[in-house]
């Protein structure tokens, strides 16, 4: 189990470490407050410990919206219920199951976490923040989602909402990745290591906004740097905490293309003739094979000899 920063001295570079403590207590107790599970209803993994959920929704909720992603997570695990139920289907089978959800890398890393589970866990996701993240597909964040929110481990959670907060009401400054957890992993209460995490996500995904935050209705409002200097420009969230960097154009990418022709592959093969016409891109030959190669090498689409391509 990680252990928290304790005395590391990023701490107190941003403020007293009692400070610290008591913005991640004033957190809880908003979060914790009658009509908080109001704020963000109908959200299916925060009623689950299970670590396979939890593991799939925080898969699932990379760089995808929580209204496609609801759905896919309920058909998912009604296909996947455990590790072991995924690990043993064939890649396709998962690949068609995240159809909607876009960015197919993620279902492929998902597939050979839960093999990995089955062949050095048991078909039990592991518990220890190393194990996690000697996972395939399985990053920082995501190790530690499912550290808070399925075992209920007292380790914070920096995703993109979190890290606004961190930035404008704990440091009132912009804040690198590492000083980011280093900082909420201080905050965290001890034994609320769930409460905490999903306190923090809402205050950033409802309250500290992007562009403009709601400061009038922020419970830390009063302890928020940024808020008590004036909200001064700029705003020390910009490019902080290292997870607010923006994607690339997704219309005419190569994203868009790989995307459209695994669509066209989960309703069927494709011969040589119809790869161009899914991609979209009929009169690009070239981009078309050096795409589709990509895709076959990296073992998301298998060709076979007559270059019909198909789903693995």
Same mark, same amino acid.
């Given at each position: 189990?990680?252990?928290?920063?304790g005395?590391?001295?990023?701490?107190?570079?941003?403020?007293?470490?009692?400070?610290?403590?008591?913005?991640?207590?004033?957190?809880?107790?908003?979060?914790?407050?009658?009509?908080?599970?109001?704020?963000?209803?109908?959200?299916?993994?925060? @009623?689950?410990r299970?670590?396979?959920? @939890?593991?799939?929704?925080?898969?699932?909720?990379?760089?995808t919206?929580?209204s496609?992603a609801?759905?896919?997570y309920?058909?998912?695990?009604?296909r996947?219920p455990?590790?072991?139920?995924?690990?043993?289907?064939?890649?396709?089978?998962?690949?068609?199951?995240?159809?909607g959800?876009?960015?197919n890398?993620?279902?492929?890393?998902?597939?050979?976490?839960?093999?990995?589970?089955?062949e050095?866990?048991?078909?039990?996701?592991?518990?220890?923040?190393?194990?996690?993240?000697?996972?395939?597909g399985?990053?920082?964040?995501?190790?530690?989602?499912v550290?808070?929110?399925?075992?209920?481990?007292d380790?914070?959670?920096?995703d993109?909402?979190?890290?606004?907060?961190?930035?404008?009401?704990?440091?009132?400054?912009?804040?690198?990745?590492?000083?980011?957890?280093?900082?909420?992993?201080?905050?965290?209460?001890?034994?609320?290591?769930?409460?905490?995490?999903?306190?923090?996500?809402?205050?950033?995904?409802?309250?500290?906004?992007?562009?403009?935050?709601?400061c009038?209705?922020?419970?830390?409002?009063?302890?928020?740097?940024?808020?008590?200097?004036?909200?001064?420009?700029?705003?020390?969230?910009?490019?902080?905490?290292?997870?607010?960097?923006?994607?690339?154009?997704?219309?005419?990418?190569?994203?868009?293309?790989?995307?459209?022709?695994?669509?066209?592959?989960?309703?069927?093969?494709?011969?040589?003739?119809?790869?161009?016409?899914?991609?979209?891109w009929?009169?690009?030959?070239?981009?078309?094979?050096?795409?589709?190669?990509?895709?076959?090498?990296?073992?998301?689409?298998?060709r076979?000899?007559?270059?019909?391509?198909?789903?693995?």
């Open positions: 189990m990680p252990t928290t920063s005395t590391d001295p990023t701490v107190n570079a941003v403020r007293p470490a009692a400070q610290v403590r008591g913005l991640g207590a004033a957190i809880v107790a908003w979060g914790t407050a009658d009509g908080a599970s109001s704020r963000r209803p109908g959200l299916p993994w925060r @009623v689950t299970d670590p396979w959920a @939890v593991l799939v929704a925080e898969v699932m909720l990379q760089q919206q929580v496609r609801v759905p896919a309920h058909r998912f695990l009604d996947f455990t590790p072991a139920a995924c690990a043993d289907a064939p890649l396709g089978d998962v690949l068609r199951a995240w159809e959800l876009g960015y890398r993620r279902a492929r890393g998902l597939h050979g976490a839960a093999a990995a589970v089955v050095r866990h048991g078909g039990e996701v592991p518990a220890g923040l190393e194990d996690l993240l000697a996972l395939p399985v990053g920082p964040y995501t190790a530690r989602a550290l808070a929110f399925a075992f209920e481990a380790v914070g959670v920096v993109t909402n979190a890290g606004r907060v961190l930035s404008r009401a704990v440091a009132g400054r912009p804040l690198k990745a590492a000083e980011a957890q280093c900082l909420v992993d201080d905050m965290v209460p001890p034994r609320s290591g769930w409460a905490f995490n999903q306190a923090l996500l809402d205050l950033g995904a409802t309250i500290c906004v992007s562009g403009v935050p709601r009038g209705t922020c419970p830390v409002r009063r302890r928020c740097r940024w808020a008590v200097a004036g909200r001064p420009s700029p705003d020390p969230a910009h490019t902080s905490a290292g997870v607010s960097a923006p994607q690339p154009a997704f219309e005419g990418s190569d994203r868009q293309g790989r995307g459209r022709l695994i669509d066209a592959l989960r309703r069927g093969r494709l011969g040589p003739g119809e790869v161009a016409i899914a991609m979209g009929a009169d690009q030959p070239e981009r078309v094979a050096r795409v589709a190669e990509g895709l076959v090498a990296e073992g998301l689409v298998v076979d000899r007559s270059g019909v391509l198909a789903l693995p």
